[in-house]
């Protein structure tokens, strides 16, 4: 598969915020079949859909895939916007809520929402309070980002000053936030052998803003006994570590979150809540090495069939 010929991408007009005009994308595999189970993914902070071969996989198994480009995000920025900008993640639900119809309506089975680290989070959000959560049948998290890498009394001073901030000045930023040998570790160009957009996924990364540093920490302390109904599955590296200039080592661990934050606030999210270490894998789990891929994928698999 490719995705100049493999995919269809359909722009959703949404209702203007504060920057004017917002768009979403949507994007589905020409594969997809009526009577079939469908995927719908939602990337993580500076990202896009680009993973081909894990929507092959998927087609392949059997599941329609769809993935979604949210707002000011890769083929949804304008140019009017700041990328990756938002200031509560509720911004995103409308866009989640009309692929998610749009999906049921041409499928007519059952939804798994699929997301990746931000993605991961604002997924799980979406399961507490969204509009269309009641036609989601399970929620799959790969190395979501649950919570920050600060203990519970600085992550609450964090939010105090990021909130009175960010109110005061909008626009107000931090220093860019992800170390450059992630994206270093997965571009073709560099250390990796993926191919993607460096404008819409740069290697530094893009600009972050206080009022989004407050509006994914307030999103983390909503998850607090959030009771979500659905099976959860939950996919995190082995291992975490703090590296800041590439080494190979950033190709076996998770060097942006904390896999214990993963544990310890996902195993609390349900009553039906599965966890998996990925042995060698990296942030993105998909994107690890083939043989760590692999068994992602089967992991997966494995839970789908009984979910």
Sequence with gaps: ???????????????????????????????????????????????????????????????????????????????????????????????????????????????YLFGHSTGGLIATNYMVDGEEREKISGLLLNSPFLEIKFPLFLKRILYSITSFVGNLIPYSSLPKMLSPAYAESLHKDFKGEWDFNLAWKPIEGFVSYYVWLSAIIRAQYSLVNPNIKVPILILHSEVSRDINVYTDEVKTADIVLRVEDMKNVGVQLGADVTLVSIKGGMHDLVLSVSEVRNHVYAEIFKWLKVH
């Design 1 to 111: 598969m490719t995705l100049e010929d493999d995919f269809n991408t359909e722009t959703l007009t949404l209702q203007n915020d504060y920057e004017g005009a917002v768009v979403a994308t949507l994007i589905s595999a020409k594969a997809n079949k009526a009577g079939q189970k469908s995927v719908l993914y939602i990337h993580g902070f500076v990202d896009y859909f680009f993973q081909v071969d894990m929507a092959e996989v998927f087609v392949d198994g059997g599941y329609n895939f769809y993935a979604l480009d949210l707002r000011k995000y890769g083929r949804s920025i304008l140019p009017h916007q700041h990328p990756n900008y938002c200031r509560d993640i509720h911004e995103y639900y409308e866009e989640i809520s009309a692929s998610i119809r749009e999906i049921k309506a041409q499928s007519g089975e059952g939804v």
